[in-house]
């Protein structure tokens, strides 16, 4: 029988990795890129490209190396643990060079359709017609990888401010935002606290006269920066403290967290403390908004009411002259070129477990990379890939549709009730209860038991220490026999780009010594958690 062709569409980080899951199925995967290189959302251009995501210059990733690196090829330890956007396309390529990924990419290849063969019933084969240099061809595909992101549409609610119409400024989104110079001198005003809309403040607030944020909600800060210097999610995202997690009330996880929070900077006094919990929002990472704020070059205001030709109005009466605004109000998604198979509403879509369309009879489509997680999304996007690379061989099976009906319906009723209503969170997920969810389908979440018993000095790394993409590579399916030394090893790559200057004393290289912290802990949260439920 001849290998199974899959057609990938789109070639960012969510490509490259279902490049390399196809290849290690067996499977014979074609790619096709818009665009002239790799890279996706991740690679900067001077000017936005229609139909990719696009990205300003100075950005860095707000996942740390270790969290988001693909899980059986570790970031360089020199490279840094917060990456600017230059060094994410190095490892980029660098992946793609290893795993020998881009002979298989056709680059400046635009997919305009999507449908079902006659015999889809049957074969769930898929016609997809691509145009090249104004060319169209068809092909017949066995599956198809949608890998395009969720950031590609602009979403930019001009009707809810009204008076824009007449501003004699100039306005434009923040994907059309590239660097601040056009600004210089200028009363600005940013549009949203997700972390475009922090980000591109603080780094007007050098440039500009004034800045000027406006925030509906308010919005709880993160920083990149954790306890000890050590990046916050290596520190924080841990199968342990999701444990912790599980087993408080939310208010209970949300009072610690936003203290935490408000140990750094008064969220009430910085004028950010939103109405809702920290965990009710996609949370927004920075570290320099509480100095820019300190310092009087970002003054935070909230709603604007209207615009006039000169001025913005705010919901509290009052009034700023303002020359330009950068609307940081997220974005929309949509599938054109699939014809009928999924049906897109206010960024609401039907998948189950934010892959797989219910509707189809041969489970031969899936999504990657199309939720929105609290943590890193590359890890994510690969096991998404893992899991339906096999669904398309047979190797596993979706459950029936009625059953994956009622899960979407689940997912779609939690989500309500504890985000707050917004088109940003329609494809949110939790990091590791999402990634076991994964694991589990693929037969590769992490036995603790097993390891306790055979390996006690990985599996306290492994409950305690990060939630690391390794992980996912200690056995079943595409086990890797670097995963163990990867895991043992990662906090010497943390430890590695800050160590520039000799030292005497070694900073720590292992969660072990630190379980003695670990149980204190527990009996502070308990305290905590007694005190909470106890108050009047």
């Given at each position: 029988?001849?290998?199974?062709?899959?057609?990938?569409?789109?070639?960012?980080?969510?490509?490259?990795?279902?490049?390399?899951?196809?290849?290690?199925?067996g499977?014979?995967?074609?790619?096709?890129?818009?665009?002239?290189?790799?890279?996706?959302?991740?690679?900067?251009?001077?000017?936005?490209?229609?139909?990719?995501?696009?990205?300003?210059?100075?950005?860095?990733?707000?996942?740390?190396?270790?969290?988001?690196?693909?899980?059986?090829?570790?970031?360089?330890e020199?490279?840094?643990?917060?990456?600017?956007?230059?060094?994410?396309?190095?490892?980029?390529?660098?992946?793609?060079?290893?795993?020998?990924?881009?002979?298989?990419?056709?680059?400046?290849?635009?997919?305009?359709?999507?449908?079902?063969?006659?015999?889809?019933?049957?074969?769930?084969?898929?016609?997809?017609?691509?145009?090249?240099?104004?060319?169209?061809?068809?092909?017949?595909?066995?599956?198809?990888?949608?890998?395009?992101?969720?950031?590609?549409?602009?979403?930019?609610?001009?009707?809810?401010?009204?008076?824009?119409?007449?501003?004699?400024?100039?306005?434009?989104?923040?994907?059309?935002?590239?660097?601040?110079?056009?600004f210089?001198?200028?009363?600005?005003?940013?549009?949203?606290?997700?972390?475009?809309?922090?980000?591109?403040?603080?780094?007007?607030?050098?440039?500009?006269?004034?800045?000027?944020?406006?925030?509906?909600?308010?919005?709880?800060?993160?920083?990149?920066?954790?306890?000890?210097?050590?990046?916050?999610?290596?520190?924080?995202?841990?199968?342990?403290?999701?444990?912790?997690?599980?087993?408080l009330?939310?208010?209970a996880?949300?009072f610690?967290?936003?203290?935490?929070?408000?140990?750094?900077?008064?969220?009430?006094?910085?004028?950010?403390?939103?109405?809702?919990?920290?965990?009710?929002?996609?949370?927004?990472?920075?570290?320099d908004?509480?100095?820019?704020?300190?310092?009087?070059?970002?003054?935070?205001?909230?709603?604007?009411?209207?615009?006039?030709?000169?001025?913005?109005?705010?919901?509290?009466?009052?009034?700023?002259?303002?020359?330009?605004?950068?609307?940081?109000?997220?974005?929309?998604?949509?599938?054109?070129?699939?014809?009928?198979?999924?049906?897109?509403?206010?960024?609401?879509?039907?998948?189950?477990k934010?892959?797989?369309?219910?509707?189809?009879?041969?489970?031969?489509?899936?999504?990657?990379?199309?939720?929105?997680?609290l943590?890193?999304?590359?890890?994510?996007?690969?096991?998404?890939?893992?899991?339906?690379?096999?669904?398309?061989?047979?190797?596993?099976?979706?459950?029936?549709?009625?059953?994956?009906?009622?899960?979407?319906?689940?997912?779609?009723?939690?989500?309500?009730?504890?985000?707050?209503?917004?088109?940003?969170?329609t494809?949110?997920?939790?990091?590791?209860?999402?990634?076991?969810?994964?694991?589990?389908?693929?037969?590769?979440?992490?036995?603790?038991?097993?390891l306790?018993?055979?390996?006690?000095?990985?599996?306290?790394?492994?409950?305690?220490?990060?939630?690391?993409?390794?992980?996912?590579?200690?056995?079943?399916?595409?086990?890797?026999?670097?995963?163990?030394?990867?895991?043992?090893?990662?906090?010497?790559?943390?430890?590695?780009?800050?160590?520039?200057?000799?030292?005497?004393?070694?900073?720590?290289?292992?969660?072990?010594?630190?379980?003695?912290?670990?149980?204190?802990?527990?009996?502070?949260i308990?305290?905590?958690?007694?005190?909470v439920?106890?108050?009047?």
């Amino acid at each position: 029988m001849a290998a199974q062709q899959v057609a990938i569409i789109g070639a960012g980080a969510s490509g490259l990795c279902a490049l390399k899951c196809c290849l290690d199925e067996g499977l014979v995967p074609t790619c096709f890129e818009r665009s002239g290189d790799i890279g996706g959302l991740w690679r900067f251009e001077e000017y936005p490209e229609e139909g990719r995501a696009s990205i300003y210059r100075s950005v860095i990733i707000n996942a740390s190396k270790e969290m988001m690196c693909f899980s059986d090829f570790p970031i360089p330890e020199d490279f840094p643990n917060y990456m600017h956007n230059s060094k994410i396309m190095e490892y980029f390529r660098m992946y793609a060079q290893h795993f020998d990924l881009l002979r298989h990419v056709h680059f400046r290849t635009s997919v305009c359709r999507v449908a079902k063969c006659p015999d889809f019933a049957t074969t769930g084969q898929w016609e997809v017609v691509t145009e090249s240099e104004g060319k169209q061809e068809a092909a017949i595909f066995d599956a198809v990888l949608v890998c395009t992101g969720h950031h590609t549409e602009a979403h930019l609610p001009l009707s809810t401010f009204p008076g824009l119409e007449k501003f004699e400024g100039w306005y434009l989104h923040s994907r059309d935002y590239k660097s601040p110079q056009s600004f210089l001198g200028k009363r600005v005003v940013v549009v949203g606290t997700g972390n475009s809309g922090i980000d591109i403040a603080v780094e007007l607030s050098h440039i500009a006269k004034q800045v000027f944020l406006s925030t509906k909600r308010g919005t709880w800060v993160l920083h990149r920066v954790g306890d000890d210097g050590y990046p916050f999610d290596f520190s924080y995202i841990s199968r342990f403290r999701e444990l912790l997690h599980s087993l408080l009330p939310q208010n209970a996880s949300s009072f610690l967290l936003e203290r935490k929070l408000n140990a750094r900077f008064d969220h009430v006094l910085y004028g950010l403390q939103p109405q809702h919990r920290v965990f009710h929002q996609h949370p927004t990472v920075n570290d320099d908004l509480p100095n820019c704020i300190i310092s009087g070059s970002v003054l935070v205001k909230p709603n604007i009411q209207k615009f006039t030709e000169t001025s913005a109005i705010f919901s509290d009466g009052t009034r700023e002259d303002i020359d330009a605004v950068v609307f940081a109000t997220g974005y929309s998604f949509s599938f054109p070129f699939l014809e009928g198979c999924v049906k897109v509403v206010e960024n609401q879509i039907s998948l189950y477990k934010f892959m797989f369309p219910i509707n189809l009879e041969k489970p031969t489509l899936a999504f990657i990379g199309l939720i929105q997680p609290l943590g890193p999304i590359m890890p994510i996007s690969e096991l998404q890939c893992r899991w339906a690379t096999r669904v398309f061989k047979g190797l596993q099976d979706l459950p029936p549709s009625t059953n994956m009906l009622a899960d979407i319906t689940q997912t779609k009723e939690k989500m309500a009730k504890r985000y707050v209503k917004s088109q940003r969170h329609t494809i949110q997920v939790d990091y590791i209860p999402y990634m076991d969810e994964l694991a589990c389908q693929v037969g590769v979440k992490p036995n603790l038991l097993t390891l306790f018993l055979t390996d006690p000095k990985l599996a306290l790394e492994v409950a305690f220490g990060p939630c690391t993409p390794y992980q996912y590579r200690l056995r079943g399916p595409g086990e890797w026999a670097g995963a163990r030394e990867a895991i043992l090893t990662q906090w010497q790559r943390v430890v590695r780009p800050l160590q520039t200057r000799a030292r005497d004393c070694p900073p720590r290289s292992s969660t072990v010594p630190h379980i003695f912290k670990v149980f204190f802990s527990i009996g502070l949260i308990v305290a905590t958690l007694a005190y909470v439920l106890l108050s009047p």
